[in-house]
Nanobody
Framework: QVQLVESGGGLVQAGGSLRLSCAASGLTFSRYTLGWFRRAPGKEREFVAAISSGGSTYYADSVKGRFTSSRDNAKNTVYLQMNSLKPEDTAVYYC????????????????WGQGTQVTVSA
């Protein structure tokens, strides 16, 4: 049974930082691309970042230069370091896993975590 469990969300002031973690179990972690998505209130889910099995990273334009995704295959964990946070980054953040290459398409991901809330105050 595959499980993805996000942690690290919280309340932060604009300009601050948070690091999200997503711990995976029940899969051969090193083979998977891990994606980060978010859903803000009243908005559609959107792609944030992805890191392939080979370590290549991809980012949405809205977070490029501020967010960094990394992975630790020994710990079966993927991270999202979020710096220079803005109020518009407020959302529930989800990690997701898929085999094969990275994509921004949420429907391509097979497994999802439950999400962690990030709130950025002005």
């Amino acid at each position: 049974q595959v499980q993805l469990v996000e942690s690290g969300g919280g309340l932060v002031q604009a300009g601050g930082s948070l690091r999200l973690s997503c711990a995976a179990s029940g899969l051969t972690f090193s083979r998977y691309t891990l994606g980060w998505f978010r859903r803000a209130p009243g908005k559609e889910r959107e792609f944030v970042a992805a890191i392939s099995s080979g370590g290549s990273t991809y980012y949405a334009d809205s977070v490029k230069g501020r967010f960094t995704s990394s992975r630790d295959n020994a710990k079966n964990t993927v991270y999202l370091q979020m710096n220079s946070l803005k109020p518009e980054d407020t959302a529930v953040y989800y990690c997701a896993a898929k085999l094969g290459g990275a994509t921004i398409l949420a429907r391509a991901y097979d497994y999802w975590g439950q999400g962690t809330q990030v709130t950025v105050s002005a």
